[in-house]
């Protein structure tokens, strides 16, 4: 329980337990994107057989099973109790292996997919603009990378995009375009993202919790932050937004300046930016919501409901490529 609140909080965690009696283990709920899994291993007489006999047990299930699905393991003794967080900083390295890991992906397939026929310029916002793949993109298309500040945390770089946003349209975008979108690099398209998906102000249903209650949803429930919300009525995904220029700076504005009165307080909200595009989306309607098939989570296994697939989450790798 006490892992629940300080483990590697905001990243998928799977905590596999090594019990000789795995009907003893207690039923915890886990929060989403993490989980869960019993092992039974042989028992010993002796807790000196059962301390030397567990760097086997670690080897052999690393070799069957987890070096097939995540990068970092971590063991831990049982009598041990979680008091404070616990996260990525105790990991390795950071952007320049997510810009490897995901951006060459992202705009290949975007070529493919998103907003065909029509002049796009994808800017891409790093600290370490000689890293962004060099990509050929179709006539009418360009890519433009913008330098941007460093951030040691990623819930900073999360959060400050809020500001960069704000700062490229005043700057330049609002001169240029009149639609603008925001994605996460993290995502793959695999279905036409075409024009229908323009609108004034544009909100995307988030995959896990559309046919959710409201009381499942994951809002910021502390009084002392800006993004605290009692009550909604859909919880967006911050992986996408967009719309008229004016829109998106007002959002993004908006959401800025709720997260530096929180830092000013002392108070991170649950889930970042995110948690303040939620309570931003509250209280300012918008104009057109995305259904999850513009960003589906493939490791959901109800999908009747979804019959394209224009956007993906892609395997996330944040135990390996967030840092703090």
Known sequence: MSAEQHFMLGLPVTYYVFTDLPDKVPNITVA???????????????????????????????????????????????????????????????????????????????????????????????????????????????????????????????????????????????????????????????GRFGSEALGDSVALLHAHYYKAKEPAFTYDRNVKSKAFMKTGDYYYHAAIFGGTWENVKHLADACYLNIMEDKLNDVEALWHDESHLNKYFWIHKPSKLLSPEYCWDESIDDKSDIHIFRLVWAPKHYDTLRTS
């Open 32 to 190: 989403p994107q993490r989980s869960l899994k019993v092992m039974q291993i042989s028992k010993h007489n002796r807790w000196q057989d059962i301390s030397m006999m567990r760097m086997k047990t670690i080897s052999e299930a690393i070799e069957l099973e987890l070096r097939h699905l995540f990068r970092y393991v971590f063991c831990f003794d049982v009598d041990q109790e979680f008091k404070g967080r616990f996260g990525s900083e105790a990991l390795g390295d950071s952007v320049a292996l997510y810009l490897d890991a995901y951006l060459k992906t992202f705009l290949m397939s975007a070529e493919q997919h998103f907003m065909l026929g029509l002049p796009v310029t994808y800017y891409v916002f790093t600290d370490l603009p000689d890293k962004v793949p060099n990509i050929t993109v179709a006539p009418q298309r360009s890519l433009k990378v913008m330098q941007i500040s460093k951030h040691n945390r990623w819930q900073d770089i999360s959060m400050m995009r809020m500001k960069t946003i704000s700062e490229a349209i005043e700057l330049e975008l609002r001169h240029l375009f009149r639609y603008v979108f925001c994605f996460d690099v993290d995502q793959e398209f695999k």
